[in-house]
């Protein structure tokens, strides 16, 4: 949050002088520079800091857009081994021996929900095909890396730049598995089913999928632009091939409906996919819902950007309360993996908003 809060950052916490904002490398270059006296702090890109008791933000104006100037990372200096340890993966399945992998920055997407802008970059920059191969081989012969986590917010939005990527790791047989951890297009996998196909083979083995609600009017808010059927075609083909689905799903979005959260449950469960994940729609800064919750007075009373999680409800939201948002998702989470697990029947009613949870 520092990139989208760099002044009520400094002003939370007296013991920070300096903040970084966006993008990091060449900004921290020219800070270097600064600390050595080779320039002066207003002229370093994007940074926020303390001057003659003022908060003064330099705005971020350089990005990358070649990452393959940008050299791999050393991994030789890193306690490479601890990292492996922990075991922690961050996608929806506990990983193997993995190893996260950024091949892109940014999205030209602008879904509502999301501080792309903030946390990667704005706009969209990639490595190459034969720079992302180079790290790949690496962290394969040398680490016995076998699963990569990707970490890009939008890779397939370049879709022969993909669909080469995967020719070539099935060409030279590197048997990576892998998944996408911040969720794949719905709609760019319908629209490319070769794309589709060249995951698969090149070791894509969960297709995590962002389809964040099953109403359509609550889709077309969040600017998702895509058809509210795809989903289940998009989940029967990858199934179809013998790869895992699993979900986003999104509840409690700005003024949203009981009912229409009740449809993404429902939704959620007849997709048939192998894992979901429910979350409470989140204000975060930086993401065009922040700034509307925030125009509209819609903060929760108890709202802290520093505290946020996506199991707590954030917003104010006339049509359902706190407590039972929090309540729905926690439900909706729980019954409707127990019913991927089990297979059993459906039952509609365990979704009515229980007030008193005691009593369930």
């Known amino acids: 949050h520092v990139t989208a809060l760099p002044e009520e950052t400094l002003m939370r916490n007296s013991a920070i002088d300096y903040v970084c904002l966006g993008e990091g ?3 921290l270059l020219e800070f270097t520079e600064f600390c050595a006296g080779l320039r002066k702090i207003e002229e370093v890109d994007g940074w926020a ?3 003659d008791g003022k908060i003064r ?30 075991g922690i993966g961050s996608g929806v399945f506990r990983p193997s021996r993995y190893f996260p992998m950024e091949t892109s920055r940014g999205c030209p997407q602008q879904c509502t929900y999301c501080d792309k802008d903030v946390s990667s970059r704005p706009g969209y920059s990639r490595r190459s095909v034969e720079h992302i191969l180079e790290e790949m081989r690496i962290l394969k012969y040398k680490y016995n890396i076998s699963e990569l986590q990707f970490l890009d917010y939008n890779p ?8 080469n990527l995967c020719d070539l790791m099935i060409q ?21 089913p070769q794309m589709m196909e060249k995951c698969y083979e090149a070791g894509c083995d969960t297709f995590i999928l962002a389809v964040e609600s099953g109403n359509q009017q609550t889709l077309n808010n969040m600017r998702k632009e895509y058809s ?37 449950i429902e939704y959620a469960r007849d997709l048939g996919m192998d894992d979901i994940s429910f979350f409470i729609c989140t204000p975060l800064p930086g993401a065009w819902l922040y700034d509307e ?8 009373d108890n ?5 946020l999680r996506y199991g707590v409800s954030n917003m104010k939201n006339p049509n359902i309360t706190k407590e039972e948002l929090e309540k729905l998702r926690f439900e909706a989470w729980f019954d409707v993996r127990k019913h991927i697990e089990n297979n059993k029947t459906y039952l509609k009613s365990k979704y009515q908003v229980i007030t008193n949870y005691e009593t369930y």
């Open 228 to 264: 509210l059927n795809l989903a289940k075609i998009v989940t029967d083909r990858i199934h179809s091939m013998g790869a895992s689905v699993a979900g986003f799903f999104l509840i409690g979005y700005l003024n949203e409906t009981k009912e229409q959260m009740y449809e993404t």
């Open 156 to 163: 397939l939005v370049e879709r022969n730049r993909w669909i």
């Open 172 to 192: 030279e047989k590197l048997n990576f598995k892998w998944s996408m951890i911040n969720g794949m297009s719905v709609r760019l996998l319908y629209n490319s």
């Open 293 to 300: 919750s925030k125009a509209k007075n819609q903060f929760d």
């Open 57 to 86: 933000i330099n705005p971020k104006q350089k990005f990358l857009n070649d990452l393959d100037k940008l050299p791999l990372l050393p991994y030789d200096r890193l306690p490479f081994e601890k990292y492996i340890n922990i």
């Open 303 to 307: 709202f802290d950007y520093i505290h």
């Open 25 to 27: 490398e060449i900004s």
């Open 49 to 51: 800091y303390r001057r």
